[in-house]
């Protein structure tokens, strides 16, 4: 029964029943008003049709006097389907007809009985059956009565069977609504179970549990896949929190004691030039503390979604070529070639700071890890337009990176043994695939050498994969 309660109190369970009720009270308004028309037609009917005896009956007494009328009431008494005939003295004692007794004072009346009245056939006895009629009441100048009415048996058969279909099909709908609340409220019952036990989970602390999608599309699916999504966001932003809270654990206790070192050698040394240098360590290693702050900045910022709000139509083209054409001399600085294929017209939703910055930081990274290649090297940038979206690949030939090592670098603080001779936090991948999350697009690391040529100079090549609007 609590169960049964339970389900009552939802608030679809609850709609049902009362658009259940509206329409049992529309249906049993609907059969009684038509069950109502139909009786009065069928009575309306009958009076017509009593009134055109009565009327032949008066003309066969004008014309023939009491002889014709005893005839013609006595030959139409016994024709099959007969209307009531009486002829009863001035007193109401009944004196000819074919029924043996009516309700008492129905003949001392003139013209149409007000209401229906009960009378009794020859042959039933004082036990027998009741029947109902109406009848009008015709005094002749002699003083004798003439009754002719007609039995209501067939508007209260239609009336009975009308109500009986009526309550057959109450009791139908009843029961199946009974059915159909029995198997849809166990099934929703169920599902409710499996979600609290699920949320119970995910409250204890278990974040990777998932509500139950049961895969109809109905409101609890849609409910679970929204809520689904929300815990994932969650359980990503949780792991991220984890990862930077040890990630700045590990990776910058290096720079801070790096900085009280050079800290302490600057107050034990008396030499000015010995201090000057130790203070210029100590602000490079403080900007370098800085830019790894901004760029955590930047990718909680941009994970939060807080600049979604800043999308706008920008031309992705001349953001490239803008960056192609700055990063050319850096790039000839390091002995390497900048190269570009721009397909021009190219325009995203997206923000430009962000886009450029993520553009920055792989020409940056592509520039950094290809300047030691044997014999220089190259980086190209190249943007075009493909059947998967809007391409915009950042490549260089530089070592590049394991194909199983590709998913690790893209998390925070990250750097492979082979890059920490390289100056870098490990934040750059992770702002680049926040941005492209921000943007509904992905991100796609390959080797630049599509058969894996040498492994020494196999390169990286950097996708950026932008929907197509």
Request: proline share 3%; with cysteine; hydrophobic share 45%.
């Amino acid at each position: 029964m609590s169960r049964f309660w339970v389900l009552f109190k939802s608030t679809a369970v609850r709609l049902s029943a009362l658009y259940i009720l509206l329409f049992a009270i529309c249906a049993a308004t609907l059969v009684f008003y038509v069950t109502a028309m139909s009786e009065r037609l069928l009575t309306s009917q009958i009076r017509e049709s009593v009134q055109q005896e009565v009327d032949q009956v008066g003309r066969a007494y004008d014309a023939g006097g009491m002889n014709l009328l005893l005839r013609t009431m006595e030959r139409r008494a016994r024709q099959p389907g007969a209307n009531l005939y009486i002829i009863a003295g001035p007193s109401g004692d009944i004196l000819a007809g074919n029924v043996a007794s009516v309700q008492p004072g129905v003949l001392d009346e003139e013209g149409w009985t007000s209401l229906p009245f009960r009378y009794q056939r020859y042959a039933e006895g004082d036990q027998g059956k009741r029947h109902m009629a109406v009848a009008n009441i015709d005094v002749l100048d002699n003083g004798l009565r003439i009754l002719i009415g007609r039995d209501l048996g067939e508007p209260e058969a239609f009336r009975v069977l009308v109500r009986q279909a009526l309550m057959i099909a109450l009791a139908i709908m009843g029961l199946g609504a009974v059915i159909i609340w029995f198997g849809i409220g166990r099934n929703a019952l169920k599902r409710i179970d499996r979600m609290s036990a699920a949320s119970k989970k995910i409250m204890a602390g278990d974040l990777s549990q998932r509500l139950p999608v049961g895969g109809s599309g109905d409101e609890f699916d849609r409910l679970s896949v929204s809520l689904n999504a929300m815990l994932g966001r969650i359980e990503k932003l949780n792991e991220g929190l984890r990862q930077v809270s040890d990630n700045i654990a590990h990776d910058l206790k290096t720079p801070l004691t790096r900085l009280r070192n050079k800290a302490a050698d600057a107050l034990d040394t008396p030499d000015t030039e010995t201090r000057r240098l130790a203070l210029e360590g100590i602000i490079s290693e403080s900007d370098q503390l800085i830019r790894t702050f901004n760029a955590l900045l930047m990718i909680s910022r941009v994970e939060a979604g807080s600049v979604a709000a800043e999308m706008s139509t920008v031309d992705l083209s001349a953001i490239v070529a803008d960056s192609a054409e700055l990063y050319e001399p850096v790039a000839e600085e390091a002995g390497l070639a900048l190269t570009s294929s721009i397909e021009p017209g190219i325009a995203v939703q997206g923000n430009r700071e962000l886009i450029g910055q993520a553009i920055f930081n792989l020409i940056d990274n592509a520039i950094k890890y290809s300047s030691d290649a044997d014999g220089g090297g190259e980086v190209s940038l190249r943007l075009d337009r493909r059947a998967d979206g809007i391409c915009l690949q950042v490549a260089d030939r530089g070592p590049g990176i394991p194909a199983e090592k590709r998913e690790e670098v893209l998390r925070r603080f990250v750097r492979l043994d082979e890059s920490r001779s390289k100056p870098g936090t490990g934040l750059g991948l992770s702002l680049v695939e926040a941005v492209m999350e921000l943007h509904n697009g992905r991100l796609e690391l390959s080797d630049t050498v599509a058969d894996g040529g040498d492994v020494r100079n196999r390169g990286l090549a950097v996708t950026m994969i932008f929907p197509v609007k």
